[in-house]
């Protein structure tokens, strides 16, 4: 919890909490004992309940800290009621120690009903401290999961908006065309092949919304695919090499992920025969990297980020995993986490 400033209700809180108790609990005081002896007892009464305050306090906040979020509010409220007898035992003897050091004994607790009653008034001051708070800790804690909901939705709306981009991309679609126009002309075989690639493509994007997580395994099958058409395309100005372990085929991702990665690739470098732009996909124990060589565009297209910050998206979304990206003198790495097989995804928002 980012730190607040309690100084005023540190100032105010035990005063106004000293009137109260005053008013229901030793009011009889003002009537039965002499105004010195009153007023010895205010100020061991006042000063007691500043530093029984800023004690429970300190108690509140360390719990607050080894126990953050809402998840563990069970937890810190058993641990406040196991240290309960602990602290009003303290804010009673303090109080005891202070008629010692002013030899008030008359007030000095000597029988068990007494100890009993200013127990009981302990326990009630100790109780308005936890509230005070645990109160603001759980107003706080609640605030930013709400609005962390909030950019989840945004974010999610984001996704399927990039999802739906990448499904009906009309520049994509348009070169398909074109390089299928030509192999039509040149090489029919090579041009019905093509047919069946652009067909497993993009019934592979249409299925993509329908499911949050796929396999690896899927995911390369397709890349193979979508590989395909852009070699059509490139020629020998691309090449691609997987060295992914089988052990790794049904580990689950977010669809199109490898799509995304690959396309961002080709979109920011040159890809020509004498300088291939050569993009590697390879598992590396639970994590998958893809990675391409850097050679930029001399006129470089302007970027948005989005390709990248929807993968990352995706992941924070369905698995609230991280993803690394990391751009080397020679070459553009991006780090996945592999999901086990039977990841569960998170709870739909």
Same mark, same amino acid.
């Given at each position: ?5 309690? !100084? &005023?209700?540190? @100032? ?9 108790? !005053? ?24 000063? %007691? ?7 429970? &306090?300190?108690?509140?906040? &360390? ?36 008629? @010692? ?6 007030? @000095? ?6 100890? !009993? ?71 029919? &075989? ?32 397709? @890349? ?13 100005? #691309? ?39 050569? #993009? ?31 993968? %990352? ?33 998170? %709870?739909?928002?």
């Amino acid at each position: 919890m980012k730190a607040f400033n309690d !100084t &005023r209700i540190r @100032i105010i809180g035990p005063f106004i909490l000293f009137l109260v108790g !005053t008013l229901f609990f030793r009011l009889n005081w003002y009537l039965e004992l002499p105004a010195n002896r009153l007023l010895r007892s205010d100020l061991i009464g006042l000063s %007691a309940g500043y530093v029984c305050w800023n004690l429970a &306090r300190w108690v509140v906040l &360390r719990l607050q800290q080894h126990y953050p979020g809402l998840d563990n509010t069970r937890r810190r409220l058993m641990w406040m009621l196991v240290l309960m007898p602990v602290l009003v035992n303290v804010a009673w003897l303090l109080r005891q120690l202070g008629h @010692i050091a002013f030899n008030d004994a008359s007030r @000095i607790t000597q029988t068990l009903p007494n100890y !009993t009653y200013a127990i009981g008034i302990q326990i009630f001051y100790h109780c308005i401290y936890f509230v005070i708070y645990e109160g603001i800790y759980l107003l706080w804690a609640w605030r930013q999961t709400y609005e962390q909901h909030e950019r989840l939705k945004k974010d999610k709306l984001k996704y399927q908006l990039t999802t739906l981009k990448t499904q009906i991309n009309p520049h994509f679609l348009f070169n398909c065309l074109n390089s299928l126009s030509m192999l039509i002309h040149d090489d029919p &075989r090579q041009a019905e092949a093509f047919v069946d690639e652009i067909s497993t493509v993009y019934r592979y994007l249409l299925r993509a919304n329908d499911q949050e997580l796929t396999t690896l395994g899927n995911e390369l099958a397709f @890349i193979e695919s979508y590989f395909q058409l852009l070699k059509t395309r490139y020629g020998a100005g #691309i090449d691609l090499r997987v060295a992914v372990d089988d052990a790794c085929l049904d580990c689950k991702m977010p669809p199109l992920t490898l799509q995304l990665l690959v396309e961002n690739a080709v979109k920011h470098n040159v890809t020509m025969t004498r300088r291939p732009l050569r #993009i590697e996909i390879i598992s590396q124990g639970q994590s998958l990297i893809v990675q391409n060589n850097l050679q930029r565009k001399s006129i470089a297209l302007p970027s948005t980020k989005v390709g990248l910050a929807s993968i %990352a998206t995706k992941y924070r979304l369905l698995v609230g995993s991280e993803i690394a990206i990391r751009e080397e003198e020679n070459r553009f790495v991006v780090t996945l986490p592999l999901l086990a097989n039977r990841v569960e995804t998170r %709870a739909a928002l």
